[in-house]
């Protein structure tokens, strides 16, 4: 690990202050995906803003009937919470999918959007790989593909966005709330939060560099039936191949988010129209641009079957 220096920031504009004054420097709050990175030299800060003690715990009702979630409030804590699991049930499902007990009682609202991809090449500092190094090649675009993006990639890059938390905060147009670091405030719907690979695969979302969050923002409960399916290899520990977010209201409409497919939550909301008319239907519009590899184009039929059973089970 490279040495760093280390301050713990006591406001959220003394942490954003702090960001702009030093260029390399990055929050920290669980540690449970930086630390990982830093040991192994992906990430290199020079200097870490531990962000723990920001009074960003809590989750509170908003004006609007909705719940504001603050950037550090631990995912066990957000899953367990009453609110969350009678109002937002797609979300707490997500959660409990996600990691294990120990680092769920770590990991932080902010942290979780904010996880690294999977791709063992981003891992592997002896392999080429777009988004560690800008410019050095993808070692997973003719290598080992089976985990990686069938849709939204790119000739840089095709790695999938690892979180489950984030599929459901989709499916439920969540808003990230945020401090640049030069001092203004602003709010980004999610659905514009994640960027697409492209040609800069290294630049995963649209913050600023040393832009904080403070919170993410879940509008007002829009009912339905709520239901997280994630498909993996075992059935705990591990991510996503494919998961399924899904909203389903009596008349068979709804909302659905994909994880395991693509470089960002995947929601295409015209093929949502398709709801009424099955799996299948909703899969050729969430797909029409689909360019998998020979290696994990199983994960088409995949998440069709995975949407087809998720929507037998919302109709109970
Ligand atoms: C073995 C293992 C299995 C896992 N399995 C799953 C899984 O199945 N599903 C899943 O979804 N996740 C899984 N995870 C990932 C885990 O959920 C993340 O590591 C965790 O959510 C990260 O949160 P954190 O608070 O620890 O983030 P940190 O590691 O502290 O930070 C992560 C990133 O977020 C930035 N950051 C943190 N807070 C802020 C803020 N307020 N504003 C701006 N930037 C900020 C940091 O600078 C860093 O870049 C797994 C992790 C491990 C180690
Ligand atoms: S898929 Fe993306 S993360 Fe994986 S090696 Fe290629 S550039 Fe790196």
Known sequence: MRSFTYE?????????????????????????????????????????IDVNGLALDKIEPTQE???????????????????????????????????????????????NLLQRTR?????????????????????????FSRQHAVV????????????????????????????????????IPIAEFY???GDTPHIETTLM????????????????????????????YAFALVSVAAIVQRDGTGRVALGGVAHKPWRVEAAEAQMPNGAKAVAERLFADARPTRQNAFKLALAERTLGAVLAEAKG
């Open 8 to 48: 713990r920031a006591r406001t959220p504009a003394e942490a954003a202050a702090s960001a702009m004054r030093k260029p390399d420097a990055k929050f920290i709050a669980g540690g449970t995906n930086l630390l990982d990175l830093m040991k192994l030299e992906i990430e290199t800060p020079a200097h870490l």
């Open 65 to 111: 009937g909705g719940l504001r979630i603050g950037a550090l409030v631990r995912n066990t804590d957000l899953a367990a919470d009453t609110r969350v699991r009678r109002d937002y049930g797609v979300l707490s499902r997500a959660l409990l999918a996600g990691a294990s007990g120990q680092l769920r009682n770590m990991a932080t609202t902010a942290g």
């Open 119 to 143: 791709c063992p090449y981003f891992y592997d500092t002896n392999q080429s790989c777009n988004k560690r190094k800008p410019g050095s090649g993808c070692a997973a675009i003719g290598g």
């Open 152 to 187: 939204g990639a790119s000739e840089a890059c095709i790695a999938t966005h690892p979180s489950d938390m984030a599929v459901a905060m989709r499916a439920l147009d969540a808003t990230v709330e945020t401090v640049r670091p030069d001092g203004p405030t602003r709010t």
């Open 195 to 197: 960027r697409l690979p």
């Open 209 to 236: 560099p040393g832009e904080l969050i403070t919170a993410v923002t879940l509008p007002k409960p829009v009912g339905g039936k709520q239901i997280y399916r994630k498909v993996r290899d075992r059935a705990s």
